[in-house]
């Protein structure tokens, strides 16, 4: 059968608006389209394939896991779900952790256990979450309406109520808000829809010390910070700031749909049982998928890389912007970059986006203002060399109108 993107036109919902080209193989951080064309990814799927395209170790977890069992449902457990749960506690300062399919569910997850924590331990009156602007937490209508930007939750009718927004950066707007009512302050350690903005460390640990004063539960949203993303395993290990949930998906399966929410023995007490759950969550597939991905990222040689990498992105990057004068400041953390715009280049991050797909280069934006990065862990320098090289040429095509 023969499809093509038109195709996509005539049977896909409207809500995407998807490049002229169809992938249809992918190589490491290489890519080739319908016609044969190769591609560069500096996109890695938003932040997902953390080895990059078809890695060996992970085609064959996959295929060992797929001749044994792929399914069950929640009624049994099973051995990888296990492992992989193993070695996430081991790993972080969780001691329990909940697996879902994608980083809204381990976000909607996340957000009713800090309810339901709250009316155990406080009563019902302690139900508010204070997220900050510009954040951005997944799709449902819970994770939707706690993320900061409202074009994505309105214009679908009466939305959750106690939740409320703060300025990221700003540690006055979120002790206005914040008090003994409040059961939860969520928040990215790095945001990544947003725009790529790094929290200060006056911040990060004034937001920490604030949950503590009024007893309210930390949730890091490590969906896209996390999984050696920013060259630590979590981001909030390189911020000195410990968060009581985290939510993970994204790299984790490496390419596989998977999210975890991880937090410790006392607030995991509250889910009892039948108070949540999901019917793929924890699949031996793609448990076995994720189990292998961390093996692979939670090392020091690719853990470490991924700062030596970040350094050969921003002297490139740097080279670039003396040459064509369009960045502001190079922002973000490890191989989490974003180049924001100047002045000159307001409100068009999309055209850079575009002209780089036409030099066989996939990357991505962070809103309208800021070209968003996130390539491979593993990405070989030649191939940065390389995908830097493009997208030069994509920036003079911008810039020469």
């Known amino acids: 059968m ?10 896909m919902a409207p809500n995407y608006n998807p490049a002229a080209i169809v992938p249809v193989r992918g190589q490491g951080s290489r890519v080739w389209d319908q016609k044969g064309d190769e591609y560069i990814d500096f996109a890695g799927g938003i932040a997902v394939n953390v080895l990059g395209h078809c890695h060996p170790e992970l085609v064959k977890a996959l295929h060992e896991q797929g001749e044994k069992l792929w399914h069950l449902s929640n009624v049994f457990t099973n051995e990888p ?71 994505y939750s309105d214009g679908f009718g009466p939305k959750p109520g106690a939740i409320d ?26 945001q990544g829809e947003g725009g790529i903005i790094s929290p200060t460390e006056e911040f990060v640990k004034g937001v920490r010390a604030l ?15 996390g999984v050696g993303r920013t060259g630590e395993l979590y981001a909030y290990m390189g911020l000195g700031v410990t968060p009581d949930i985290l939510t993970t998906a994204k790299a984790l399966g490496g390419g596989f749909p998977i999210g975890a929410m991880l937090t410790t023995n006392k ?11 999901s019917t793929y969550g ?21 853990l470490n890389d991924v700062k030596r990498k970040e350094q050969l992105f921003r002297d490139g ?62 990405i070989p320098d030649e191939d940065i060399k390389e995908g830097l090289a493009r997208f030069e040429r994509a920036v003079a095509a911008v810039v020469n109108g």
């Open 2 to 11: 023969q499809v093509s993107r038109e195709t996509f036109n005539d049977v």
């Open 81 to 151: 779900a296990l492992r992989l749960a193993t070695k996430l506690t081991d790993a972080t300062f969780a001691d329990k952790v909940y697996f879902a399919n994608s980083g809204a569910e381990a976000n909607e997850a996340a957000l009713k256990l800090a309810r339901r924590f709250a009316l155990d331990h406080y009563g019902e009156d302690k139900n508010q979450i204070i997220s900050f602007k510009q954040g951005f937490h997944g799709r449902t209508f819970f994770t939707v309406t706690v993320g900061g930007q409202a074009a």
């Open 165 to 190: 927004h703060a300025g990221y950066n700003d540690l006055e707007s979120l002790e206005a808000i914040i008090s003994d009512k409040t059961c939860a302050v969520m928040m990215e350690p790095l």
């Open 211 to 225: 949950c503590d004063k009024h007893n309210a539960l930390l949730i890091f949203d490590e969906v896209q910070s």
């Open 267 to 277: 607030i995991a007490d509250s889910l009892k049982v039948g108070t949540h759950g």
């Open 282 to 302: 924890g699949n031996p597939l793609a448990c076995a998928v994720a189990e292998k991905a961390l093996d692979i990222v939670n090392t020091p040689e690719v």
């Open 317 to 378: 990057l740097d080279a670039i912007n003396q040459k064509y004068k369009v960045f502001s400041e190079v922002r973000g953390k490890g191989l989490l970059l974003g180049c924001a715009l100047n002045q000159d280049y307001q409100g068009r991050a999309r055209d850079f986006l575009v002209a780089s797909t036409s030099e066989k280069l996939m990357c991505l934006v962070a809103g309208a203002n800021v070209v968003r990065f996130a390539p491979s862990l593993v």
